[in-house]
């Protein structure tokens, strides 16, 4: 195999994002990394690649000394990851400023036009697709990687939203536009301190959800979306994802329950509108049981059933 490929130049383009290198997404936490990275540092361990070509067993070592392995190191620690994600992030801004952020591949276009509760669940799909074989050979690393380095950028931008693009200033700026510019916190001034918010548990279990869901684990995903339903009852998003775990678990009663759900919580949800016609759920009778009158309850509730 040429030498070219693995120039310090061309090392360089690839080792901008440490996430597209070992295939997981850039919510990935420690422990996802660490699973990933022993996966692919396995596939390309010189024992396994002994039967390969000579150009196979040059690619394996060349790609796990100059890229995997310093990715590991860059993202196994706390401090390395938020400063990756500052630097994509950065990447995110300035390609937006410039109108130079363009979704190229059919995965990336499929995320960028996707409804807003679908982007994390079809991001987690489609880069668990990307980098299935991703290590299969040279020219699939160099597919695959770019792939899922376009895709990591248009899911920052779909969750960062849209850019703040800032005017250069010129000259004096006025002490009334920086006051009108800074919040002031009165518990700051006093001293007294800056109370956290509280956590939002059920945005935990959606997180491990998708995690599950990006191993293809759906059984263990469904557990943990509904425990999100549990604390979060009438979050017409989370019903949806549900019923969208349940579906690719193969299990359309139960898809067809949580989307009844979602559109009852709220009739305008996209994806579970999308989702309701694939089921073909009727809308109609949808709209007719949340029109019924509800029966009366409490302590005059219990009176009338005893006459």
């Known amino acids: 195999m040429p030498t070219a490929p693995f120039s310090p130049d061309w090392t ?19 422990r996802r990394i660490l699973k990933r990275y022993r996966q692919v540092a396995k596939q390309l361990h010189p024992d396994i690649q002994a039967t390969q070509a000579e150009d196979g067993r040059e690619f394996a070592n060349q790609v796990l000394a100059r890229l995997v392995n310093p990715a590991y190191q860059r993202l ?41 509760p679908e982007v994390d669940v079809f991001y987690e799909q489609a880069l668990s697709t990307l980098s299935e074989a991703q290590y299969s050979s040279f020219e699939a690393f160099t597919q695959q990687t770019a792939a899922i380095a376009e895709l990591n950028l248009i899911y920052l931008r779909r969750k960062m939203g849209d850019p703040v693009i800032r005017e250069k200033r010129t000259g004096l700026v006025s002490s009334a536009t920086v006051q009108s510019s800074v919040t002031v916190n009165d518990d700051t001034l006093s001293g007294q301190p800056v109370s956290a918010p509280p956590p939002n ?6 997180d491990r959800a998708k995690t599950y869901i990006a191993n293809k684990k759906y059984m263990q995903a469904i557990q943990e979306f509904r425990d999100a339903v549990r604390i979060e009852p009438n979050n017409s998003d989370y019903h949806t994802m549900l019923g969208q775990s349940y579906l690719m678990n193969k299990m359309g009663g139960m898809a067809k329950v949580h989307i009844r759900q979602a559109l009852k919580l709220n009739p305008h949800n996209t994806v579970a509108l999308k989702y309701a016609k694939h089921l073909s759920i009727e809308l109609t009778d949808l709209n007719a049981s949340s029109s019924k009158p509800k029966k009366s309850g409490g302590l005059f509730g219990r009176f009338a059933r005893k006459n």
Request: aromatic share 6%; glycine share 4%.
């Open 76 to 116: 196994k620690q706390d401090k390395g990851r938020a400063e990756t994600l500052a630097t994509l992030r950065f990447k995110v801004r300035r390609l937006s400023r410039e109108q130079k952020l363009s979704a190229q591949g059919d995965l990336a276009q499929q995320l960028r036009d996707s409804p807003e």
């Open 12 to 30: 360089k383009r690839y080792s901008t994002d440490p996430y597209a290198v070992l295939g997981v997404a850039v919510t990935a936490d420690e």
């Open 201 to 206: 548990y059920a945005q935990r279990h959606i």
